[in-house]
């Protein structure tokens, strides 16, 4: 998203000051990470064909919404106007995951120090085993000396490598994470943040596509589609299949679930002054402020969750080191 963001803010500024696209965008292939596909794009555009048409090869990499924007923005004649407004959209989306990163910060340098200190440990058990010639196993899992370590980083990248890959499981392929999705959408605050972030990026979707004279149905599927969340996108059909039996948008939106009653509202009274892009741009802002409330929430619920996992390692240590030491004394006990 840092990538395109800065494509189309540069590239928007020269084509609203009336520079030619072409020299622009050679402009641009070089500083982007993907030069190879830019260059392509170049190559197109020099051919004769459209902006446009030199991305769809790139559709899925670029995102359908992008292309398909362009393409309304060049029929229209505004492409600069549209390519700030997508700068924007990649501006917030950037924003919002710095502001959630920053929040994890504290948390996470906390567990990273609790993983640290427990590896520490494991190695300090090796020495006293080679000093005084005596196990002592303070996990009861074996991790004792360089080989305890070893396994205790084995598990580590295990853990690690499940989460990354069930990270991308999600992210890459909406249809079968959907069942994950609608677990999430469950689980207190967690659910509702992610549904506040589904229902940004569906207002500022409404915003960009239905200011553009684009057909109602192809700006709803590409706005639903940018949700990216199972629960919220798959109540398009039902919205689709009110609008094609004839009926209003603010009755497609009321047939379908899931959704606030804020949009709604907004939806409905939209339609009714015209004013339906600047109503959606300005929810927008609403549910972008309501997502960076729920992320703090969510750091301090995660801050005290690393707490309780610190907490309850010290604990569990604690009651090992007292049944080791309480075995030693029942021996010296017992050998009198």
């Known amino acids: 998203m840092k990538q395109l963001s800065g494509f189309c803010r540069r590239v928007g500024i020269s084509v609203k000051a009336g520079l030619n696209l072409i020299d622009a965008m050679k402009r641009e292939a070089p500083r982007q990470r993907n030069q190879k596909l830019w260059q392509e794009v170049v190559r197109s555009l020099e051919d004769g064909h459209s902006l446009a048409e030199s991305l769809q ?3 899925k990499q670029l995102g359908e ?56 440990l494991i190695l300090a058990l090796g020495v006293i085993e080679q000093i005084t010639e ?89 706005s639903f589609q940018g949700t990216g969340f199972a629960p919220i996108r798959d109540q398009l059909p039902v919205i689709l299949n009110e609008i094609e039996n004839g009926g209003t948008l603010t009755d497609a939106f009321q047939t379908a679930k899931r959704l606030d009653d804020d949009l709604l509202s907004s939806i409905d009274a939209g339609e009714q002054s015209g004013n339906l892009p600047e109503l959606m741009h300005k929810l927008t ?52």
């Open 57 to 59: 090869p790139f559709k």
């Open 285 to 336: 802002n609403q549910y972008l402020q309501e997502s960076l409330l729920h992320l703090k929430v969510l750091s301090v619920i995660g801050g005290f969750a690393v707490y309780g996992c610190i907490a309850i390692c010290i604990i569990f240590m604690i009651f090992r080191v007292f049944s080791f030491y309480l075995g030693i004394l029942n021996d010296a006990v017992s050998g009198i």
């Open 134 to 222: 005596q196990r002592i196993d303070l996990f009861g899992f074996g991790l004792v000396g360089m080989t305890g370590f070893v396994r205790y980083v084995i598990f580590l990248a295990a853990v690690g490598a499940i989460g990354v890959l069930l990270y991308r499981f999600i992210k890459g392929n909406i249809q079968r994470s959907r069942p994950i999705h609608y677990f999430l959408v469950r689980i207190p605050k967690l659910g509702r943040m992610l549904k506040t972030l589904a229902l940004m990026r569906l207002t500022w979707g409404l915003h960009l596509t239905m200011r553009t004279g684009m057909d109602v149905c192809r700006a709803l599927t590409l």
């Open 65 to 120: 919404m992008f292309v398909a924007l362009i393409e309304v923005g060049e029929e229209s004649g505004h492409l600069g106007e549209m390519l700030t407004d997508l700068a924007d959209y990649y501006d917030q989306m950037i924003q919002i995951r710095r502001d959630f990163l920053k929040s994890l910060t504290w948390p996470i340098i906390e567990l990273s120090a609790a993983i640290i200190i427990i590896g520490i």
